[in-house]
C-alpha cells in the first residue's frame, strides 16, 4: 500500500524556518517524481514544487521567490521542503503527493497524497 | 503564465448530471488531471489524461477536453459527490503546474 506521511510542521514565527519531511513507504520512491502542494485555510490547492525522480530537474512556483527548497533523499525514501523567511501567507496545510508523469511529455499529475503537515506562521 | 478558470459553484439534484468544467487557452493541446477533496481530507485523483478512470473510481465520472474547455461529468450524481474539484495541467513554457481554483459541488 502507498503510503505518504508528511511532518514537520507546526507554528513558526515570520521571519523564521521550517523543514517539512514526507516518508514514503509502499512503492519504489526513486522511481518516481514527487511533488509539495500547499492549500491555505479556505482556500483551493498551491503548487509548490517539484522534483524529479533523480534530482535531475527541479521547479517552483514564482510565488516563493527562493525562499523554499526541494529536496529528497532515495535511500531514505524521503521528500523534503525547506522553508526560509517565512511570512503569514505561507500558512497552509502542505501536501506531498506522487508525480508518475514526465514534465518533459507535459504529464504531470499526483496519483496519491499524504495527509497534510500544517504550517502556521504567525507572531 | 498559464491560468485555469472553473466556475466557483455547481449545483445539481441527485440521480442528475453535473458537469464541471476548466477552461484555459487551447487547453485541449494538454493533458488535464482532475482531483475531488472533501473537507478535511486530502485531495484524490479522479480523472488523469483528460478521461482516464484509476482504479476504485466509479465510471459515473468521467473526462473530456477539446479546445478551451475540458469537462468533468459526474452521472447520476449522489449525495457522497459533493465536494469540491480541481482541475490541473503542466505549462510548459514555465515549467510549472497549474491548478484550477476549483469548484464546489452542492448536491441538492
Known amino acids: 500500500e502507498v503510503q505518504l506521511v508528511e511532518s514537520g510542521g507546526g507554528l513558526v514565527k515570520p521571519g523564521g524556518s521550517l523543514r517539512l519531511s514526507c516518508a514514503a513507504s509502499?512503492?519504489?520512491?526513486?522511481?518516481?517524481?514527487m511533488t509539495w502542494v500547499r492549500q491555505a485555510p479556505g482556500k483551493g490547492l498551491e503548487w509548490v514544487s517539484s522534483i524529479s525522480s533523480s534530482n535531475s530537474y527541479i521547479y517552483y512556483a514564482d510565488s516563493l521567490k527562493g525562499r523554499f527548497t526541494i529536496s529528497r533523499d532515495n535511500a531514505k525514501n524521503s521528500l523534503y521542503l525547506q522553508m526560509n523567511s517565512l511570512r503569514a501567507e505561507d500558512t497552509a496545510v502542505y501536501y506531498c503527493?506522487?508525480?508518475?508523469?514526465?514534465?518533459?511529455?507535459?504529464?504531470?499529475?499526483?496519483?496519491?497524497w499524504g495527509q497534510g503537515t500544517l504550517v502556521t506562521v504567525s507572531s | 503564465s498559464y491560468v485555469l478558470t472553473q466556475p466557483p459553484s455547481v449545483s445539481v439534484a441527485p440521480g442528475k448530471t453535473a458537469r464541471i468544467t476548466c477552461g484555459g487557452n487551447?487547453?485541449?493541446?494538454?493533458?488535464v488531471h482532475w482531483y475531488q477533496q472533501k473537507p478535511g481530507q486530502a485531495p484524490v485523483l479522479v480523472i488523469y489524461?483528460?478521461?482516464e478512470r484509476p482504479s476504485g473510481i466509479p465510471e459515473r465520472l468521467s473526462g473530456s477536453n477539446s479546445g478551451n474547455t475540458a469537462t468533468l461529468t459526474i452521472s447520476r450524481v449522489e449525495a457522497g459527490d459533493e465536494a469540491d474539484y480541481y482541475c490541473q495541467v503542466w505549462d510548459s513554457s514555465s515549467d510549472h503546474v497549474v491548478f484550477g481554483g476549483g469548484t464546489k459541488l452542492t448536491v441538492l
Open positions: 503527493a506522487r508525480d508518475p508523469g514526465i514534465a518533459a511529455a507535459g504529464t504531470p499529475h499526483f496519483d496519491y
Open positions: 509502499g512503492f519504489t520512491f526513486s522511481s518516481y517524481s
Open positions: 487551447n487547453i485541449g493541446s494538454k493533458s
Open positions: 489524461y483528460d478521461s
